[in-house]
């Protein structure tokens, strides 16, 4: 989805994502282990290992978690074998999503994301049927209390971001993949704390939802995907007006 639109999506989901701490720390452990798994279990020389560890302690998941992710990566302690996979599908109102995946299970989760677009008025499509029209990027949205624009593009740009987007209340920086981590850390060190930070797929032709009705049943998709144990993110082309999120 469009900056604008997550930032609105991200804080009316803050409450219900706190409430539901265990599933993150469920979502960062399956990610470290596999960042541990292809780079191996020292974050000095892992960068992506590093960016995972610093986020799962900024969500305040317990160090015994983390250390046991890493060694489950590293093949220390024995652990399941996780799959990524994304998978693709309609919301109401033509707006297009793509599931992003961790399992050790691919037909459970497979049938769990089928049963929740059907149960929400959505429906799964081919792949690539959706994700044709997003681009793989970096975003961090950050909050216009923290910093300047231009501070921000000085900082930002100088780290390898390629476009900063002022939405009032809120900035979205974009970047390649390959700059990802190397953001993170620079925002880190300069103290700044984004309200969402994610390798995130990126639409550049926004589907705009006009009306209450469907603006709750694209919403209430979304969360009961979320809500799936297996389920990384869910990313969606959807442009919600504020006004009509409640």
């Given at each position: 989805?469009?900056?604008?639109?997550?930032?609105?999506t991200?804080k009316?989901?803050?409450?219900?994502?706190?409430?539901?701490?265990?599933?993150?720390?469920?979502?960062?452990?399956?990610?470290?282990?596999?960042?541990?798994?292809?780079?191996?279990?020292?974050?000095?020389?892992?960068?992506?290992?590093?960016?995972?560890?610093?986020?799962?302690?900024?969500?305040?998941?317990?160090?015994?978690?983390?250390?046991?992710?890493?060694?489950?990566?590293?093949?220390?302690?024995?652990?399941v074998?996780?799959?990524?996979?994304?998978y693709?599908?309609?919301?109401?109102?033509?707006v297009?999503?793509?599931?992003?995946?961790?399992?050790?299970?691919?037909?459970?989760?497979a049938?769990?994301?089928?049963?929740?677009?059907?149960?929400n008025?959505?429906?799964m499509?081919?792949?690539g049927?959706?994700?044709?029209?997003?681009?793989r990027?970096?975003?961090?949205?950050?909050?216009?209390?923290?910093?300047?624009?231009?501070?921000?593009m000085?900082?930002?740009?100088?780290?390898?971001?390629?476009?900063?987007?002022?939405?009032?209340?809120?900035?979205?920086?974009?970047?390649?993949?390959?700059s990802?981590d190397?953001?993170?850390?620079?925002?880190?060190?300069?103290?700044?704390?984004?309200?969402s930070?994610?390798?995130?797929?990126?639409?550049?032709?926004?589907?705009p939802?006009?009306?209450?009705?469907?603006?709750?049943?694209?919403?209430?998709?979304?969360?009961?995907?979320?809500a799936?144990?297996?389920?990384?993110?869910?990313?969606?082309?959807?442009?919600?007006?504020?006004?009509?999120?409640?």
């Open positions: 989805m469009s900056g604008h639109s997550k930032w609105h991200t009316r989901h803050k409450a219900v994502i706190d409430a539901k701490r265990g599933k993150i720390f469920s979502v960062l452990a399956k990610e470290i282990t596999l960042a541990a798994r292809s780079g191996g279990g020292n974050a000095e020389t892992n960068a992506r290992l590093r960016t995972l560890m610093d986020k799962a302690r900024a969500a305040n998941m317990p160090s015994d978690n983390i250390k046991r992710a890493v060694q489950k990566g590293t093949g220390e302690i024995p652990g074998v996780y799959e990524e996979i994304s693709e599908g309609y919301a109401p109102g033509g297009g999503l793509i599931v992003e995946v961790t399992t050790d299970n691919k037909n459970r989760a049938a769990e994301i089928r049963q929740a677009f059907n149960d008025g959505g429906n499509a081919q792949t049927a959706v994700s044709h029209s997003f681009q990027k970096g975003q961090f949205l950050l909050g216009s209390t923290q910093i300047t624009e231009d501070k921000l000085e900082i930002a740009l100088e780290a390898g971001a390629d476009d900063i987007v002022n939405n009032g209340d809120h900035f979205e920086v974009l970047c390649p993949v390959s990802y190397s953001l993170a850390k620079t925002f880190q060190e300069k103290g700044l704390k984004p309200e930070s994610e390798i995130a797929y990126v639409t550049s032709i926004p589907v939802v006009t009306d209450a009705e469907t603006a709750k049943k694209v919403l209430e998709l979304i969360e009961a995907l979320e799936l144990d297996d389920v990384k993110a869910v990313h969606g082309n959807h442009e919600i007006d504020s006004k009509l999120m409640g």
